[in-house]
């Protein structure tokens, strides 16, 4: 039953009409009747109580709810930052962290093998020095006057009485070992020179790479590695402990809307059986307030001829088996014959 409000039943008192009782039976009925005005007017207070107590249910549900809702949306915010920034960012420190370890470890290994070089170079650089000195030197003593014979014996040098006849005997006498002494000569006295230009640029690049190394200051990176890995951690231990306030916060605020779902589904319940025992009332008050006697209706009780000359004929059958029932319950004797209401 669907009841607006609980001022629709208003209820009077045991009279209904305000009609004084005159006999017992109206007495009766009418203590009847005021007894159920007073339950009435009870179970009316009882379900306005009930509205209210169910408004307010509903109303702290929708608030419960609304904080249920907002605080899950904060929560997954987090976690989702958690999820998709702060385990990104622990992983991707510890993976520059190796990065740097092994940029540190290979920039230690260039330095060595660059210093080796360019200890090397210099090393090479005075060889050369020396090996350009020997040549000078050997250029020297062949261009000396007292090795003319020997020049002159191994082809390098040509003297005044020579002529082709002699070249080619000079040339059928050398030992095929000398045949190219004059070119050996030539290579000793020319390429060392060639070779000394050469260390020094090796030697001026591995010194000017050692130089750029070295302003690069690439063990830098590590100091920057620990700050960044010293932020992130911050950072993430900020995400990981709102997440965990969070979760706490979200877990209060599901037991507190799951409670607000119980009272208001309780509440509802209890105003849905209210109404109903306030109407099982109004309709007994109305019953017995305005009832209508159907046992002599038509039957001329009310000032009309009804259809049957004996009009209470009816009337009488039923009062008979009202009487038969209630002796079978409180006698042991067998009830009366009723054949005439047969």
């Not at 070249?167 to 060639?194: F, H, M, W, Y």
């Not at 109903?276 to 305005?290: P, S």
């Amino acid at each position: 039953m669907s009841i607006e409000s609980s001022g629709s039943w208003e209820p009077k008192n045991g009279n209904c009409n305000d009609a004084e009782a005159e006999t017992a039976t109206q007495k009766t009925i009418h203590l009847l009747k005021e007894e159920y005005c007073k339950r009435l007017k009870g179970k009316v207070a009882e379900l306005g109580e009930s509205e209210l107590t169910y408004d307010g249910a509903v109303m702290s549900y929708q608030k419960k709810k609304c904080a249920f809702v907002k605080t899950e949306k904060n929560y997954l915010l987090v976690r989702n930052l958690e999820l998709k920034i702060g385990v990104e960012l622990i992983t991707a420190s510890e993976e520059i962290k190796k990065n740097v370890t092994a940029d540190i470890s290979q920039n230690d290994a260039l330095v060595l093998a660059l210093k080796a070089v360019v200890k090397t170079a210099k090393e090479a650089k005075a060889k050369f020095g020396e090996l350009r000195e020997a040549a000078g030197k050997l250029d020297g003593c062949r261009k000396d006057s007292c090795s003319a014979v020997q020049m002159k014996i191994l082809g390098c040098s040509e003297g005044d009485d020579c002529n082709d006849n002699n070249k080619q005997e000079d040339s059928a006498r050398r030992p095929d070992p000398c045949r190219n002494v004059c070119q050996i000569l030539d290579d000793l006295i020319t390429i060392p020179d060639g070779l000394s230009q050469d260390i020094d640029i090796i030697f001026n690049s591995a010194a000017e790479i050692v130089g750029i190394q070295s302003f690069s200051n690439i063990k830098s990176l590590e100091k920057f590695q620990q700050d960044f890995a010293a932020n992130a951690k911050a950072f993430d231990d900020l995400i990981l402990a709102q997440m965990t306030s969070g979760g706490v916060s979200l877990k209060k605020a599901q037991e507190d809307f799951v409670l607000a779902t119980k009272t208001v589904t309780q509440s509802g319940y209890a105003l849905y059986n209210k109404r109903n025992e306030v109407g099982t009332l109004d309709e007994t008050k109305d019953y017995l307030c305005h009832h209508e006697c159907k046992c002599i209706s038509g039957c001329g009780c009310d000032g009309e001829k009804g259809e049957d000359d004996n009009r209470l004929k009816k009337c009488k059958c039923d009062i008979c088996d009202i009487c038969k029932e209630v002796t079978e319950v409180y006698s042991c004797e067998n009830p009366s014959d009723n054949s005439s209401c047969d």
